[in-house]
């Protein structure tokens, strides 16, 4: 079974090393304010990059565009950049670290800033892991940062700065908003992308939103039918009282619930999938002397698994796409037991088996985001790890169907 998992794994890599390269129709603008029409390695970022990798043609070298050599760069269609020297407020916006300050502290920092809506009223974004921070022109005005801070009242009590809405309710005055439309404004991409979208309607003013409304289902609900393959191998360290049972086939039944997360084109999501397996099978022995000859082992197990999946997509076309798995695999405690019996039916020895959590590593096809096949490999683990002196081995190789019905 791993022979078989590594050479897929290998075919994924070399696969996965041609075809992630994809170069989309863009442009730069250098420091010498010179427009270069290029290609550029749309990376969906999720953080504002700082660097692109691009090239002149598509069949020609790839070179690297810095912050320090570029003035902007955009993928037409998709994403658009600008450098700029900005107020960035950096404190800590986890509840465990607030502080105390109501008033932000800013630091003045050469950044790329990201274009949401581009018009009369100009909206831009700038992510750095988990900092949000949003910033706004008008009518090409100097950029300002969109004030907003979390702070300690109290120890127990919280407050929030919404300076932002003062800001935007002097500088985006529009007839046709209704009394709380900036009152009640939260300091969100979406509502704050709406309102200069809506702003720059009023004003009848031309816009660019490269923010759109996306119909992509980021949320998938699959059921997972699988053939299981199993194998378990008994060895007693004190009698030499061992058991390897072949491989025994079986079915299973999963139920997964997929999130893909929205940036870098799609291509990350994580997963949970509820599933049944059971395993059951025998041997006999003839090797160990007993009253009575020989010894059957009987297997009985049963649980449910519960994957937790980390999934990365490399899309082959427009309905076509492989994906490469990483799980950490929970199971929950089953009532299940090796049995040793006599010849003559009695029982020689009862032995309960125990949840062991395990990794597992599979790689898959995904057809339409309707149908997909995968493979998986479920490492060893000791279900007999509460015995000392025993120890069972047990595996899976699966071929696993899924169906994602919405």
């Known amino acids: 079974m791993k022979k078989h998992l590594l050479l897929?794994?290998?075919?994924?890599?070399?696969?996965?090393?041609?075809?992630?390269?994809?170069?989309?129709?863009?442009?730069?603008?250098?420091?010498?304010?010179?427009?270069?029409?290029?290609?550029?390695?749309?990376?969906?970022?999720?953080?504002?990059?700082?660097e692109i990798e691009y090239k002149l043609s598509l069949e020609g070298e790839s070179a690297i565009g810095t912050i320090n050599n570029m003035i902007e760069f955009g993928i037409y269609n998709d994403s658009k950049y600008i450098r700029e020297v900005a107020q960035i407020e950096r404190s800590n916006d986890n509840l465990k670290y607030l502080d105390g300050n109501k008033q932000p502290k800013?630091?003045?920092?050469?950044?790329f800033l990201k274009i949401l809506v581009e018009g009369k009223a100009t909206l831009y974004t700038y992510y750095d892991s988990n900092l949000k921070r949003y910033f706004y022109s008008v009518d090409n005005s100097k950029i300002e940062p969109l004030v907003y801070k979390r702070y300690m009242v109290t120890e127990k009590k919280m407050g929030k700065n919404n300076h932002f809405r003062q800001q935007l309710f002097n500088d985006l005055q529009c007839s046709s908003f209704k009394k709380n439309t900036i009152a009640n404004l939260n300091y969100e991409l979406k509502p704050l992308s709406k309102l200069f979208i809506e702003y720059n309607q009023c004003m009848n003013a031309d816009f660019e939103n490269y923010e759109p409304t996306s119909d992509y289902n980021?949320?998938?609900?699959?059921?997972?039918?699988?053939?299981?393959?199993?194998?378990?191998?008994?060895?007693?360290?004190?009698?030499?009282?061992?058991?390897?049972?072949?491989?025994?086939?079986?079915?299973?039944l999963g139920v997964e619930i997929e999130y893909i997360f929205p940036f870098n084109k799609n291509k990350w999501s994580i997963a949970v999938e509820p599933t049944y397996q059971s395993y059951k099978n025998s041997k006999t022995t003839s090797d160990y002397n007993i009253s009575g000859g020989e010894l059957t082992a009987k297997v009985d197990y049963s649980s449910i698994e519960i994957p937790i999946t980390f999934r990365h997509y490399l899309f082959l076309n427009n309905k076509s796409k492989i994906f490469l798995n990483a799980s950490y695999v929970l199971t929950t405690q089953p009532e299940s037991a090796i049995r040793l019996i006599r010849t003559d039916g009695s029982t020689y020895a009862t032995y309960d088996i125990e949840s062991q959590n395990t990794f597992a590593f599979g790689l898959g096809y995904n057809f339409k985001n309707k149908y997909n096949l995968e493979i998986r490999y479920l490492k060893k683990r000791n279900?007999?790890?509460?015995?000392?002196?025993?120890?069972?081995?047990?595996?899976?190789?699966?071929?696993?169907?899924?169906?994602?019905?919405?």
């Open 218 to 252: 980021f949320l998938n609900f699959t059921l997972r039918p699988r053939f299981n393959s199993s194998a378990l191998a008994i060895e007693n360290v004190e009698t030499n009282l061992n058991f390897d049972f072949e491989n025994k086939n079986s079915f299973g």
């Open 383 to 406: 279900i007999l790890n509460s015995y000392s002196y025993l120890r069972a081995d047990y595996q899976t190789f699966s071929v696993i169907f899924g169906y994602t019905i919405f």
């Open 8 to 50: 897929f794994l290998i075919a994924f890599l070399n696969l996965n090393a041609y075809a992630q390269i994809t170069f989309e129709k863009g442009y730069f603008i250098n420091t010498a304010n010179n427009k270069v029409e290029c290609f550029i390695k749309n990376m969906d970022w999720k953080n504002n990059p700082t």
């Open 106 to 111: 800013f630091s003045e920092e050469q950044v």
